[in-house]
């Protein structure tokens, strides 16, 4: 009975560790680091070929990959790595000769490739794929303007499909957010697609849709496990060193309740990433353990957040302190991770497996 | 100092109406801002010259005695006005004189320094600002380090204050200084002309957009009447000034106004008030409002009949510190993923102005943590051990 991290989950939080130190805004606040040398450090490092398919003898498995992820949440690095091992999980879930041959490219690193998932989460309608044409607007598409291939997520009447779309048949246009992040939206004004380009369709592409989206949820989450260690550390810190009436602010228990509850959160991340990750390294769905895992983490990119702030008082609030950049990086993660159907999911989910037996309703005493 | 009359719920509601009439013509929307954040030196000007005109309107200092350049109206008045004011978000500058420094002179100043600094503060021809924070003295005021010595004719002053609003805008400090050991006898309040020779400001940028300063004193040098009220006084003055002045500051008028933005946007968007979780929250912030303005109206009422607080220490200054992160963070969860977005983006929603509520909400701790408000409330309301 165990609840551990992958095989080589620490070696390559090692060297990610050392990797994304000098490439983070902790250290450097101007991040003079161009992304195309993050691009091409990823590829020297092969990382972008880090997590594969189940069963296929590429990759180190989820459990082991999330190491990469922890390291780059703690450094709050802006690395390209989660867009583009996305996309390459997402083709590397889809039976074709063609989406193979792209996820070799993103593994490469000879094509810069994002994935524009099915998402309505930003009040968009869904992009529709008619008579040979795909038509409509996606948001919050990470790193579009550099991406030379769209994956993009569509429907066909109400089948979802997977499209493969030249970045230039699409207009990017960016979105300036709180995090600062490279998000963009795209909009595509009946683009051509030849049938070729139509990767998946129906349960195959739905499948492929949901199961990339829960594996690159979970290395989301583990990222924000990553700066909420990093935060944790920084607010105990704080916590002993910043003395008023006579002695650490630490000392107050309401100072350690707010530092209690951000460990709280951060390890509860941590345990329901570790769970996820075996299931789906398993070859599970994790259906119910990704809808676990994303509702705690969602919570957790703000609840770490919201206490950081209240122990540093007026120096959190600051541009000198660093608590603003765990801030900016959090309220992505926070939307991002936090699905409206989650609990729907949970709810339905309950059954032996999960420890809560429901009995049946003839067997319910009212 | 003859009382003022206490105005009937008729006439507040026609005072209500006069305030909102003069915002409609004086304030342009895009004209409306914190101005405790945005603080560029074009809106600061607009901010100056707006608050003047409800300084000629009479409304700064509208409960101070009229012989002090004051209304002698109720608090009950200048609380709707203040309502009316955060509701329009309109930019009044000099709050530090208004409340801190007007309430310190009320409490302690003399005949004299009555008759001369309200009058200048209730026209607005003085700018305060505030340096009670030094760098280990956050919480712990009492335990300020800031000396003042007696030399002659005159007080000179050297120290450090930590977090300055609107310092390099501001015309004179308000400075608590230690004359003596101790809290209680060992602080004295002085104000201190920033133009003085030893004055020196530090500017830095706060998440929300504005700035605050670190303000070095060094061997400043201000004349015996820069005293205000009594040596040894000071702290008795601060927390008349904060915590007994009958006036609350309506957070919760701002926060009403968006709040209605927000449920006007939820019903323009189909679908959007059914979704999961969409009602109780803004049940909720809903309900952060309520309590605030139910609360205001008690203390402002208890403030006016004389009456004793129910716990002294006040639970609606627990809450209000407390609210704010809280609604920001709620606001933007029924917002959905675009209140990140900043004004300016494309799909920003209301204006992009949820992206700056946000970062503007850990700004709670100025004045006082929530923390510390809730020991205050525990020690001196509930009686608790300190
Ligand atoms: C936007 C902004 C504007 C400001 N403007 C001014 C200004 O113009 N002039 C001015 O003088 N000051 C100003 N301040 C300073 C403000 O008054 C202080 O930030 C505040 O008093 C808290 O002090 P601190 O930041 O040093 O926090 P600290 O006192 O160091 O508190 C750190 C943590 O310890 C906790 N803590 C401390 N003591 C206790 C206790 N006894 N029990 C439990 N918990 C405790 C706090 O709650 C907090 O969580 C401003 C602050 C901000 C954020």
């Not at chain 2, 602080?187 to 706060?206: W, Y």
């Not at chain 2, 007994?244 to 006007?264: F, K, N």
């Amino acid at each position: 009975m165990e609840l551990t991290w992958g095989e080589d989950f620490e070696a390559l939080a090692q060297v990610a560790r050392s990797v994304f130190a000098k490439d983070s805004p902790l250290v450097d606040r101007e991040g003079a680091v161009d992304e195309r040398d993050r691009h091409r450090q990823l590829v020297e490092l092969g990382w972008l070929q880090l997590h594969g398919a189940p069963g296929s003898s590429d990759g180190a498995g989820l459990a082991s990959a999330a190491g990469v992820f922890v390291e780059m949440g703690r450094a709050l690095a802006p690395s390209p790595l989660p867009a583009l091992a996305r996309a390459r999980d997402l083709a590397l879930r889809i039976d074709s000769p063609a989406a193979a041959d792209l996820a070799e490219r993103i593994g490469d690193g000879e094509e810069w490739i994002v994935a524009v998932p099915l998402d309505e989460r930003w009040g968009e309608a869904p992009m529709r794929l008619e008579s040979g044409r795909l038509e409509g607007r996606a948001m919050a598409v990470p790193h579009a303007a550099r991406a030379d291939v769209l994956l993009v997520g569509a429907l066909e009447g109400d089948r979802p499909v997977v499209v493969r779309v030249d970045a230039g048949d699409v207009e990017v246009e960016l979105m300036p957010n709180l995090g600062e992040r490279p998000l963009f939206a795209i909009r595509c004004d009946r683009v051509e697609v030849r049938p070729e380009d139509v990767l998946a369709r129906g349960e195959a592409a739905a499948r492929a849709w949901a199961v990339s989206g829960r594996r690159a949820d979970v290395m989301l989450a583990a990222q924000v496990y990553g700066a909420g260690l990093r935060l944790l550390d920084a607010t105990v810190t704080f916590a002993g060193q910043r003395h008023q009436f006579g002695g650490p602010i630490g000392r107050f228990q309401a100072v350690q309740y707010l530092c209690t509850d951000i460990a709280i959160d951060v390890h509860l991340t941590s345990a329901y990433a570790r769970e996820a990750a075996r299931v789906l390294d398993a070859g599970g769905d994790a259906e119910l353990e990704v809808a676990l895992l994303r509702r705690q983490a969602s919570r957790t990119a703000q609840s770490m957040v919201h206490a950081a702030h209240e122990v540093h008082a007026g120096l959190g609030f600051m541009l000198e302190s660093d608590v603003h950049l765990f801030t900016k990086a959090a309220k992505y993660w926070q939307f991002e991770l936090h699905h409206p159907t989650d609990e729907h999911t949970i709810v339905t989910c309950l059954g032996a497996e999960t420890g809560v037996e429901v009995p049946r309703e003839s067997e319910v005493a009212l | 100092m003859t009382q003022p009359k206490q105005p009937d719920a008729e006439m507040l509601s026609a005072w209500r109406q006069e305030v909102r009439d003069f915002l409609e013509a004086e304030l342009p929307p895009d004209r409306a801002f914190n101005t405790e954040f945005d603080d560029g030196p074009e809106q600061w000007a607009y901010a100056v010259e707006f608050s003047r005109k409800c300084a000629a309107r009479g409304w700064i200092g509208l409960t101070w005695p009229v012989e002090y350049g004051g209304g002698g109206r109720s608090a009950a008045e200048n609380q709707v006005l203040l309502e009316e004011l955060y509701a329009a978000d309109a930019p009044m500058v000099n709050s530090v004189g208004w409340f801190l420094a007007a309430g310190t002179l009320l409490a302690g100043g003399s005949e004299e320094q009555k008759r001369e600094l309200l009058p200048r503060i209730a026209r607005m021809e003085t700018i305060w600002a505030e340096g009670l924070t030094e760098p280990e003295a956050g919480s712990d005021l009492g335990s300020l380090r800031t000396r003042a010595v007696r030399e002659g004719d005159e007080w000179v002053i050297t120290g450090q204050k930590a977090y300055t609003s609107w310092g390099p805008m501001s015309d004179v400090l308000y400075v608590a200084a230690r004359t003596a050991e101790g809290t209680r006898g060992g602080i004295s309040i002085f104000v201190v002309d920033l133009s003085s020779p030893g004055v020196t400001l530090h500017p830095m940028r706060n998440f929300g957009g504005g700035v605050q300063s670190s303000t070095y004193l060094d061997a400043v040098r201000v004349p015996a009447e820069a005293l205000i009220g009594e040596v040894g006084r000071g702290w008795d003055y601060i927390m008349r000034a904060f915590y007994a002045s009958g006036t609350v500051e309506p957070i919760y008028a701002s926060q009403a106004r968006r709040l209605a933005e927000l449920v006007s946007y939820c019903r323009s968007v189909p679908g959007r008030l059914e979704a999961p979780g969409i009602e109780a929250d803004l049940a909720e912030l809903a309900a952060m409002v309520h309590a605030q303005r139910l609360l205001a109206r008690e203390v402002v009422g208890d403030g006016m009949a004389g009456r004793r607080p129910t716990y002294d220490g006040g639970i609606q200054q627990v809450l209000a510190k407390e609210y704010e992160p809280l609604f920001a963070q709620i606001y933007d969860r029924v917002l959905g993923p675009r209140s990140q977005l900043t004004a300016g983006a494309p799909d920003a929603l209301l204006g992009g102005r949820p992206e700056a509520w946000y970062r503007q909400s850990f700004a709670n701790h100025a004045g006082g943590t929530p923390q510390v408000k809730r020991m205050v409330l525990a020690t001196r309301g509930l009686g608790l051990p300190r």
